[in-house]
């Protein structure tokens, strides 16, 4: 099967060309046309639907600029604005459409003469949206999407001074790289004093979220918001307790891992303790990796990367890099993190990073092109409803590619030892990420089981948490305070609450298909493909059967994989 990246904005057939989203008055006539058109024939119903998602496509591209751009520019209050009118003054008004054309269509008596197994997740999705729906959370959740964007807001202000220079924290983590002890100290403490700054408004915006959230599940017939969001998330094929599961098998088979990469970080480094600015450091007389200098470089050799891998992977970042979908280093003013945005009618996703010249953003870049590989490989199905797969797949997508990718890492390393340290970091980040998963899911679990919980209850239980999933090597005494606020730097907890155990689940179906790359390059590349075409037109175990994968995150499987694993660092 041959894909092409020559993408194509999708034609308008439904509503004019020229139109774009500005109020709610311009807006409202589709959604009552579609609401009030009479369907007499299957072939009027599939009509009706492409008209529909055709209108949804509009509404979802127009909604993620306004996203892209203020995250860009957090400091522009006109960009703020724009998103917050879309947020306040136009979804609200959606929603009731939304739910009625729902109902509309599973209502209707010719809704079982679609094919079955072609609507049979979309149909799902919608039977989920329905019972989730309820009038009077709109204004909560329309207040919801503004306050989650205040955390881009206030972490984007946050910078450091260092030899007399102002960097954003993403910048400034650059030094504790650096073979000297002292600056990494130095920075390290910055960085999270820095952070204690803003803990009170960040705290303070947690409790505002939790209330609203719990207030939603609770609106919505739910016991606790987490109970809401698993539904809202879609996760029919697994339940809470098989993430109490995950969370003991990385206890018992991904901790003893985390303690010898650590111990012999320790070793390599000649320290008598490790400490927290020392775990990302080179011994002295190692230069850290500087795999690119600008975020052009950073492009032009994830494009060279990506074209040896597969020539497809190339073109779809050099397409993206054409139409200026690429937003890349790290600024003053720009919100924290990375993502990749899908764009519903372009086709070419928005890919948004933070870099800084380190070999973390050189995964990181990888990491949302293989996002972006799935948005163009999704875009060709028929209704913007199919495209909206699950999280879990969305993960396997980026973090496969991290792993197929490191055979094509030479584009950024000439020098042998520099692409074995590079490849080194990146299977320790894959181990070492899994505790920091395990914690962050756990937490949440905990702060919505217990919606009360007050500023120093949370702290008391993020603390024994982070105790429960501590390895025995590196040295945190008298950074208490730092380590009680840690949570705070997760964006996840702010803006996409419950979505990180997907990063688990999907790290170890990235090591299942990295297995079978090194048995069968071009058969692994084939089923990443075949399984990410298929969007979200099958279940979440369908599309890992695609990819040559089980559904499976038992403590059994993560103990094969996290063997396998050891036995590639070993080797």
């Known amino acids: 099967m041959t894909y092409s990246a020559n993408i194509e904005k999708l034609p308008r057939h439904f509503i004019p060309e020229d139109f ?9 006539p589709f959604f009552k046309e579609l609401l009030e058109r009479n369907i007499e024939t299957k072939a009027e119903l599939e009509k009706w639907l492409k008209d529909q998602s055709e209108l949804e496509a509009l509404v979802n591209e127009d909604a993620c600029w306004r996203q892209i751009k203020m995250t860009c520019d957090t400091e522009n209050k006109s960009l703020e604005e724009a998103f917050a009118f879309f947020c306040m003054e136009i979804q609200p008004k959606i929603q009731p459409y939304a739910d009625a054309l729902n109902r509309k269509l599973i209502n209707h008596p010719l809704a079982k003469e679609l094919d079955a197994e072609k609507y049979f997740t979309y149909l799902r999705s919608m039977r989920k949206s329905i019972e989730l729906f309820r009038e009077e959370n709109i204004p909560l959740q329309a207040e919801l999407s503004v306050m989650q964007q205040q955390y881009g807001v206030i972490s984007g202000k946050m910078t450091v001074t260092v030899n007399d220079t102002e960097y954003t924290l993403q910048q400034a983590a650059k030094f504790l790289e650096k073979p000297d002890r002292k600056i990494r100290e ?3 403490r910055k ?22 959230r719990n207030q939603e599940a609770l609106n919505a017939g739910f016991k606790n918001y987490r109970d809401y969001r698993f539904k809202e998330l879609g996760r029919f094929d697994y339940t809470k307790e098989d993430c109490f599961q995950f969370h003991e098998a990385v206890k018992q088979h991904v901790l003893p891992l985390v303690n010898i990469i650590y111990q012999n970080k320790k ?5 008598d303790t490790l400490r927290p600015w020392d775990i990302d450091a080179e011994p002295d007389g190692i230069k850290p990796l500087q795999p690119f200098s600008t975020s052009e470089e950073l492009i032009e050799k994830s494009i060279a990367c990506f074209t040896k891998l597969r020539p497809f992977f190339g073109n779809c970042l050099q397409k993206m890099q054409e139409m200026k979908h690429l937003d890349l280093e790290s600024r003053k003013g720009k919100a924290p993190g990375g993502y990749n945005c899908p764009l519903a009618e372009s086709g070419a996703p928005f890919i948004f990073m933070n870099a800084a010249g380190q070999m973390q953003d050189v995964t990181t870049m990888l990491h949302e092109g293989g996002h972006a590989v799935h948005s163009f490989l999704s875009h060709p199905l028929e209704l913007n409803g199919f495209k909206e797969y699950p999280m879990e797949i969305a993960e396997v997508a980026s ?4 792993l197929m990718s490191m055979d094509e890492w030479e584009t950024f390393f000439s020098a042998p030892t520099d692409l074995k340290r590079a490849k080194e970091y990146q299977l320790e980040r894959v181990i070492t990420i899994f505790p920091w998963i395990a914690i962050i899911d756990k937490f949440q679990h905990w702060v919505f089981e217990n919606p009360t919980n007050t500023n120093e209850e949370r702290t008391a239980k993020w603390n024994e948490i982070l105790d429960e999933f501590q390895d025995d090597v590196v040295d945190y005494s008298g950074l208490e305070t730092y380590r009680s606020n840690s949570w705070q730097r997760q964006l996840h907890l702010f803006e996409v609450p419950f979505y990180y155990i997907e990063y688990g689940i999907a790290q170890l179906g990235a090591i299942g ?12 590349m084939d089923n990443y493909c075949k399984a990410l075409a298929l969007g979200g037109t099958k279940t979440l175990p369908e599309l890992f059967e695609t990819a040559g994968l089980k559904f499976d995150f038992s403590p059994e499987k ?7 694993v050891e036995k590639e660092m070993n080797s």
């Open 20 to 28: 774009t989203v500005t109020d709610w008055q311009s807006l409202e």
């Open 186 to 188: 130095e920075v390290y």
């Open 191 to 212: 960085i999270n004093e820095r952070r204690l700054v803003d803990k009170e408004p960040l705290n303070n915006l947690y409790n505002r979220l939790i209330e609203k």
């Open 267 to 271: 070793e390599k480094l000649g320290l």
């Open 399 to 402: 973090m496969a590619m991290e």
């Open 513 to 524: 298909l990295w297995m079978q790359f090194k048995q069968n390059k071009e058969l692994a």
């Open 558 to 564: 993560i103990k094969v994989l996290m063997d396998f």
